[in-house]
Structures are given as structure tokens and as C-alpha cells.
């Protein structure tokens, strides 16, 4: 299972349509599951230097980035992603090959 992260900016249609942000969550998350990624949290940061944060899982890297693409293509958002892992998963990873 893959994690990702990603840290959205909303695009100027996005700002200028920022009252249907939930609706297009909702539509969002509908579309992770033509992908096999389940949208695992969001958050609203309204002020900050992103617009959302949000957590997702899938079973690849891949699946991740072609949902995070998907959902850059539909011209809202702007988006910043990355892996994102675990205490356990990082311990292994500082270890590989130490």
C-alpha cells in the first residue's frame, strides 16, 4: 500500500468557484475510486500556503499519481505531492542498505 500526500493551491477558477470546494471533494473522492486510492483525510487551510491538504492511499505509487493528475486535469487546483510514510516505514527505509 502507498501513501501520498499532497498539498493543493486552487487555480483562479478554483477561487472564483471556492464555494463548490465540498461538492468537488465529495466528486473527487468518488473519482479515487476509478483509481483503487481511498481519500483518507483533507483539511481546509484557508490562509495558509495551500488551500487543502490531503492524505490518500492506493495500491501503488502510480495509481496515486495518475488520481493526483486526474484531478489537476479538471482545472481547479494546482497540486504538490508527495510520498508520505510511517514511523515503521521510515525506520525500514533508514536501514536499507545500512
Given at each position: 500500500m502507498a501513501r501520498g500526500v499532497a498539498f493543493f493551491k486552487?487555480?483562479?477558477q478554483g477561487v472564483?468557484?471556492?464555494?463548490?470546494?465540498?461538492?468537488?471533494?465529495?466528486s473527487n473522492?468518488?473519482?479515487a475510486e476509478k483509481f483503487h486510492v481511498e481519500v483518507k483525510e483533507v483539511y481546509y487551510t484557508p490562509g495558509g500556503p495551500?488551500?487543502?491538504i490531503g492524505v490518500a492511499?492506493?495500491?501503488d505509487m502510480k495509481a496515486l499519481t495518475a488520481?493526483?493528475?486526474e484531478m489537476e486535469s479538471l482545472g481547479s487546483t494546482r497540486i504538490d505531492f508527495a510520498e508520505a510514510y510511517g514511523p515503521g516505514e521510515m525506520k525500514?527505509?533508514?536501514h536499507i542498505g545500512g
Open positions: 486552487w487555480t483562479d472564483h468557484s471556492y464555494r463548490e470546494t465540498v461538492d468537488r471533494l465529495e473522492t468518488k473519482l495551500y488551500d487543502l492511499e492506493g495500491p488520481f493526483v493528475l525500514e527505509l533508514v
